[in-house]
């Protein structure tokens, strides 16, 4: 198994959900509504369950892709991950670059840039107030179809009024 093993499951192409996605060079072609601050969607609580909850902000967050020495890669380090070079101020490594990444098991990699992504980021609130933050395939529009594993753990506001 790769350094990567562990931060990797979002990376691939098919998510825990079923949700398909499709890359072509890394662009994703699933083609999604944008949402809008208010309007009514439903995630994944820090619980595990789903509820429908509000947007309540919108941002983009870059994030980097690197391969790893060991053949496996990630799509989503954040800036401060490079921890041979600032890029946090000067910005993002050259395509190809070699450059050592901090993990999530606290140990450094080496890897080779590929690219930064520029994601749309979406706040959410749930009814206990509680606030997460996702991007658009982790959130589900209350007029798309369901994967049955959602559905399955989709607490309706009925249950919780």
Known sequence: M????????????????????????????????????????????????YYQCDVVQLYKETFYEVNFDDGSFSDNLFPEDIVNRDCVQQGPPAQGEVVQVRWTDGLVYGAKFVAAHVIQMYQVEFEDGSQLTFKRDEVYTLDEDLPKRVKSRLVSPSMYE
């Open 2 to 49: 790769g350094c990567t093993s562990a931060k990797q499951v979002s990376a691939v192409p098919n998510d825990e959900e079923g949700r398909g996605k499709a890359y072509s060079n890394g662009d994703l072609l699933t083609a999604l509504r944008e949402l809008t601050v208010g309007q009514k969607v439903i995630c994944k609580h820090k619980n595990g369950r």
